[in-house]
């Protein structure tokens, strides 16, 4: 955060209790930055991209990985999904959805 210009968090609604987690609370709140909820049907406010999360898609899950954010993004003709480390439940869960997941570029 230090390194980049931060406009905007969206995290999903989890905490951990890890070092590196509180550092990144701490830098949010000293750039005075406000955390917007990254769940499943919110949408980033662009102006030439489309961008939704599609996970998380639980309010909760045993494994923190499955609280990943998952995004898709639609720019022109082309189309990425950025998966996180969501595991099996999570990539069920957006299966079983009926979203169109069809990307161009998996990460």
């Known amino acids: ?29 000293n750039k005075g930055l406000k955390i917007s909820t990254a769940k499943a049907g919110v949408e980033l406010p ?11 898609r ?6 923190l990985n499955n609280y990943s954010a998952v995004l898709k993004i639609d720019y022109g003709a082309k189309s990425f999904l950025f998966m996180g480390d969501a595991e099996k439940e999570s990539e069920e869960q957006i299966l079983s959805s009926g979203l169109n997941i069809r990307a161009d570029v998996l990460k």
Do not use: C, G, N
């Open 1 to 29: 955060m230090q390194e980049f210009p931060v406009k905007a968090v969206y995290m999903p609604r989890v905490t951990h209790s890890s070092d590196t987690f509180r550092d990144l609370l701490l830098a949010i709140k």
């Open 58 to 63: 639980a309010d909760h899950y045993e494994d």
């Open 46 to 56: 662009l102006q030439a991209i489309k961008a939704r999360f599609i996970a998380p």
